[in-house]
């Protein structure tokens, strides 16, 4: 007949066949699957009638049992196996040198690392069997022979359980065996005191060094206690057998654990080291975004000065092309946004200037000439001072909360824009608005510029890439200074605009400026600018609207100033 199986894992989980079916344990600890494991074959035993024989394999060693209808555990011995196993093997008949050996070395040999467990009887019962091969593992490991009881003709045995739990001490097969019967008083007790003095000296050994990440891996048990599939053990097993591995292949095993173990923990650390760079890029991100916010407060706080009087900027430049127009449209969309209105850009272009081009359109192109002509006597009264008056003549821009004063499209009609007309201009717009932007012409010789630079409080000079606009403006600035506007120069705010299609050096253009001016800004170049249409400023990128804001807030800083 065929013994009964029994697999027990340290972790509680383990196996039972009986007759061919096979189910599975899954208890708290390796003590409890004993207990389950034994009253399972014992339900069978009371079925028929009479014990089964059963083989329990736990941490690589296998001890022959006879379980009876109560539940009682027996211990049998070598003979008792095997004749309980089958005689023959169904594989081609081969002498296989030291495959005895083979055998009797896998059921003796612990598995390093796991603790022994006790399937032997209770301390309540005197008479228990020897574990096959245990004494010979004593006779070749020790000088002197641990002696216990005669065994007696074998009896029912107390029931499962009873049956102590795993010794928790760890070494050779020596120190094991010992474990068991320390735990059986009975036993212990019946020592002689040169034998019990023997037993204390057998446990009292040098402290087993650290564990090593294989043993103190779970997956080790399980490696370890898998059958041999390497050399003659792979191949008995092969055909039906269960052979322990070798020392050579338990070898192989740790260290190809050892090997994953290792790569789990570059890949661990190589994770744990993304993680932290990652944290540090969010770190820094998170950094950047407050540096940003508190510089979008700061400016946003600038901007909205209250001036206690009008105040007048000049975009100037004696050469065309350098985005004077683009220049005063975005200052006058970020200021009318961020101050809420009360802006107004003025196009005093001496010839056709293209301001009102670029901007929003309105119902009716009227322009500066047209106020000049139709309602500058109205604004001579009070009655006659409003601003709904100066809104028949203006654009309004809508979300950007500013205005703009167009120049005439008659070249021969602007003309009639003098000095004396723009002093008319200038004030009436003075009476309605606290910041007014002043897009000038090339011509810095006709007297409404010269009007213009004399009422400016700051003055704001774009230069495009290239060496042409850059001696230009410095040609400009000279111009100023020998006029005795000093002042104006050493507060101006220079906005280097980005081209698609002239690359200069803007850095060796800065230089030209930065002893001379309040600040040099960059305009990033955009689509959105360059295309010459009507500019939508919404539709212009993050980094130029940020550029804008940063030039307004270095303007209204300079003006606060001057306040």
């Keep these: 007949m065929t013994d009964a199986q029994i697999t027990i894992n340290h972790d509680g989980t383990g196996s039972v066949t009986v007759d061919g079916e096979t189910t599975t344990i899954a208890a708290s600890g390796a003590a409890e699957a004993r207990q389950e494991a034994t009253a399972r074959i014992a339900k069978r035993a009371a079925e028929l009638g009479r014990p089964l024989p059963a083989t329990a394999t736990e941490n690589g060693r296998a001890w022959p049992l006879l379980i009876g209808t109560d539940g009682a555990v027996t211990a049998r011995t070598q003979d008792d196996a095997a004749a309980a196993r089958p005689s023959t093997v169904s594989a081609p008949s081969v002498e296989i040198p030291d495959a005895q050996a083979d055998l009797d070395v896998t059921r003796s040999r612990p598995v390093t690392g796991q603790p022994a467990p006790s399937w032997e009887q209770p301390a309540t019962d005197p008479i228990i069997s020897e574990v096959p091969g245990a004494q010979d593992d004593l006779e070749a490991t020790r000088p002197r022979v641990i002696a216990t009881e005669p065994p007696a003709a074998p009896r029912h045995s107390a029931p499962a359980s009873q049956i102590p739990s795993p010794a928790i001490d760890q070494g050779s097969p020596v120190d094991e065996l010992h474990t068991f019967r320390e735990v059986q008083s009975d036993v212990h007790s019946s020592m002689a005191p040169t034998q019990q003095n023997e037993s204390r000296h057998a446990s009292v050994v040098d402290p087993p060094a650290a564990a090593d990440a294989v043993d103190a891996d779970p997956r080790w048990a399980d490696i ?78 600038i901007i909205q000065t209250p001036f206690e009087e009008p105040k007048k900027v000049i975009i100037a430049n004696h050469k065309g092309g350098q985005g004077k127009t683009t220049v005063t449209y975005g200052i006058g969309a970020t200021a009318g946004r961020i101050r809420g209105g009360d802006v107004i850009a003025w196009d005093a272009n001496e010839t056709q200037g293209n301001l009102g081009f670029r901007a929003k359109k309105a119902p009716t192109a009227r322009s500066v000439v047209d106020l000049l002509e139709e309602a500058a006597d109205d604004f001579t009264t009070v009655e006659g001072s409003k601003r709904s008056t100066l809104a028949r003549f203006t654009r309004s821009q809508g979300d950007n909360l500013f205005t703009v004063l167009a120049s005439d499209e008659s070249r021969d009609r602007q003309d009639l824009v003098d000095a004396d007309a723009f002093e008319k201009v200038h004030e009436i717009l003075g009476r309605f608005y606290s910041l007014i932007l002043i897009d000038t012409g090339n011509n810095h010789r006709v007297s409404h510029f010269k009007a ?30 020998s006029l005795g506007h000093s002042d104006l120069v050493e507060g101006a705010v220079v906005l280097l605009n980005d081209s698609a299609t002239r690359r200069g050096d803007a850095t060796g253009i800065a230089a030209k400026f930065e002893q001379r001016v309040r600040a040099i800004i960059p305009i990033p170049f955009d689509p959105a600018l360059d295309s010459g249409d009507e500019i939508d400023f919404d539709t212009l990128q993050p980094s130029t609207r940020a550029a804008f804001q940063e030039a307004t807030a270095a303007i209204a800083h300079s003006l606060a100033k001057r306040n």
């Design 224 to 301: 370890s206690q898998q059958p041999a599939t390497h050399g003659l053990r792979g191949t008995l097993n092969g055909v039906g057998l269960r052979l322990a591995p070798t020392d050579e292949e338990l070898a192989e095993r740790r260290e190809s654990l050892r090997q994953e173990i290792a790569r789990e923990e570059e890949a661990r650390r190589a994770d744990e080291q993304l993680a932290q760079e990652e944290a540090a890029r969010e770190t820094r991100r998170a950094i950047r975004e407050r540096a940003a916010a508190e510089k979008d407060r700061a400016e946003r706080a």
């Design 452 to 481: 213009a630079l004399e009422a400016a409080d700051q003055l704001v000079i774009p230069v495009s890439a290239g060496a042409d606009g850059a001696h230009a403006a410095e040609a400009m600035l000279d111009s100023f200074e």
